[in-house]
């Protein structure tokens, strides 16, 4: 089972900064969380992942609580093309034993 | 680098056929994984190997097998096609990262092969 929870949909302006929550209240210490996502028919794409700290790359930010109980992934333009399912994962166990265990998303639609 | 490619694209089976889905990669990557999304879910992780010469199972391995001769093939085979293997069936390599580094074993996708059985 997942250890994420999100919302089921949301949407935002294009231009605009889209903000999607996630919560994993059971992260355990050494667990990363990653932000994964899938345009229709596609397969899924990595953005970003993050372990405590706040990260920031070409695609997206990723904002984690201090307790690591909750993050944001933020889109800070937001374009039609962002329109996709967005999938919070929490990266259970380590090396040759550790999964992606992907929920069922958010999926985000982005407004001209 | 082409990245992760899949065949068939599409395929249609009857119930009892069998068929090898096909998934190669270029980035000489160690992990490679195989998963199934049926509509409207998260991908279920079917199984996954970590070298040649090793696979295991992973959520939904049933009715399923695999194999892995080389670093960069690694096929998935269905023996007797059930309805119920009617799935868009994903494959995904990673190289694990370095402690701490950046993109820590980070997957990347393929296509994706859009299989139904009748």
């Known amino acids: 089972d997942a250890k994420t929870t999100q919302p089921t949909s949301m949407d935002c302006a294009e231009g605009r900064a889209a903000n999607l929550p996630c919560n994993h209240s059971?992260?355990?210490?050494?667990?990363?969380v990653y932000w994964y996502r899938q345009i229709h028919s596609q397969g899924p794409q990595y953005i970003i992942h993050?372990?405590?700290n706040n990260e920031t790359n070409e695609m997206a930010s990723l904002i984690i609580t201090e307790d690591r109980k909750s993050s944001t992934l933020i889109l800070p333009h937001a374009t039609l093309r962002d329109t996709a399912v967005y999938y919070c994962?929490?990266?259970?166990?380590?090396?040759?034993?550790?999964?992606?265990?992907f929920g069922k998303g958010i999926t985000l639609s982005v407004r001209p | 680098n082409a990245g992760v490619t899949q065949t068939p694209k599409f395929r249609i089976l009857k119930i009892g056929q069998s068929m090898t889905l096909q998934c190669t990669q270029d980035m000489n990557h160690n992990y490679m994984y195989w998963y199934r999304q049926d509509p409207g879910m998260g991908l279920k992780l079917i199984y996954y190997s970590v070298g040649a010469g090793i696979t295991d199972k992973g959520e939904v391995p049933n009715g399923y097998n695999v194999s892995r001769s080389t670093t960069e093939d690694f096929p998935l085979r269905l023996e007797l096609a059930a309805p119920s293997q009617t799935s868009v069936y994903f494959c995904?390599?990673?190289?694990?990262?370095?402690?701490?580094?950046?993109?820590?074993?980070?997957?990347?996708f393929g296509p994706g092969t859009r299989l139904t059985v009748l």
């Open positions: 993050g372990l405590k």
């Open positions: 994962i929490v990266r259970v166990g380590i090396g040759a034993n550790s999964k992606l265990t």
């Open positions: 059971t992260i355990s210490g050494n667990e990363y």
């Open positions: 995904a390599s990673s190289r694990p990262g370095l402690a701490g580094g950046r993109g820590r074993d980070t997957q990347y």
